[in-house]
T-cell receptor, first 113, second 113 residues
Framework: AQTVTQSQPEMSVQEAETVTLSCTYD???????LFWYKQPPSRQMILVIR??????QNATENRFSVNFQKAAKSFSLKISDSQLGDAAMYFC??????????FGKGTSLLVTP | NAGVMQNPRHLVRRRGQEARLRCSPM?????VYWYRQLPEEGLKFMVY????????ESGMPKERFSAEFPKEGPSILRIQQVVRGDSAAYFC???????????FGSGTRLTVV
């Protein structure tokens, strides 16, 4: 079974600074998808960014970018110019040709003024 | 586009009662997924449905839990004879195809007293 590990239960960053959230996963598949989701206090799960394993180029979405290291099975999320609204739980997730996404346990991000 | 609608947002049930959780997918989405989030945990896959069909229920407990997605109306996750361990947030997600990332609803928080 594929497992997703987020080794940082909590992270803190100052406004306007950059923070990187870590995620590693375990799989024997070569083709799969990786996701970062944000869960603010409202509980809504919001897709932040998606990476397809066969694409070598790292995905970016505005202030959010990933560092995808396929050989190392690492998929970190970088948030640049952090804003107060970025404060949330962040979940890394893995999916392949099955239907289910496997989620990590999450990283709680605190943004301080 | 109203997004994925889940109701109720909060549900309190006494031990032994039945809980019914509803999910209306986004317009044009025919794939529905249910996940459960226990406190301090990531989301765990329960079941994947398409209209009138259960495609994968490998994550759903064999007893007391059932799900349906009828031809007309919302998808329903039904929990019979609830126990305290069923207390969790239950999320529904929908997609047009699975690999573009789900759109999640805001979840139903079930509390069993």
């Amino acid at each position: 079974a594929q497992t997703v590990t987020q080794s940082q239960p909590e992270m803190s960053v100052q406004e306007a600074e950059t923070v990187t959230l870590s995620c590693t996963y375990d799989t024997s598949e070569s083709d799969y998808y990786l996701f970062w989701y944000k869960q603010p206090p409202s509980r809504q799960m919001i897709l932040v960014i998606r990476q397809e394993a066969y694409k070598q180029q790292n995905a970016t979405e505005n202030r959010f970018s990933v560092n995808f290291q396929k050989a190392a099975k690492s998929f970190s999320l970088k948030i640049s110019d952090s804003q107060l609204g970025d404060a949330a739980m962040y979940f890394c997730a893995y999916g392949n040709s099955g239907y289910a996404l496997n989620f990590g346990k999450g990283t709680s991000l605190l943004v301080t003024p | 586009n109203a997004g994925v609608m889940q109701n109720p947002r909060h549900l309190v049930r006494r031990r032994g009662q039945e809980a019914r959780l509803r999910c209306s997918p986004m317009k044009g989405h025919s794939h529905v997924y249910w996940y459960r989030q226990l406190p301090e945990e990531g989301l765990k896959f329960m079941v994947y449905l398409q209209k009138e069909n259960i495609i994968d229920e490998s994550g759903m407990p064999k007893e007391r839990f059932s799900a349906e997605f009828p031809k007309e109306g919302p998808s329903i996750l039904r929990i019979q004879q609830v126990v305290r361990g069923d207390s969790a947030a239950y999320f529904c997600a929908s997609s047009s195809t699975w690999n573009y990332g789900y759109t999640f609803g805001s979840g139903t928080r079930l509390t069993v007293v």
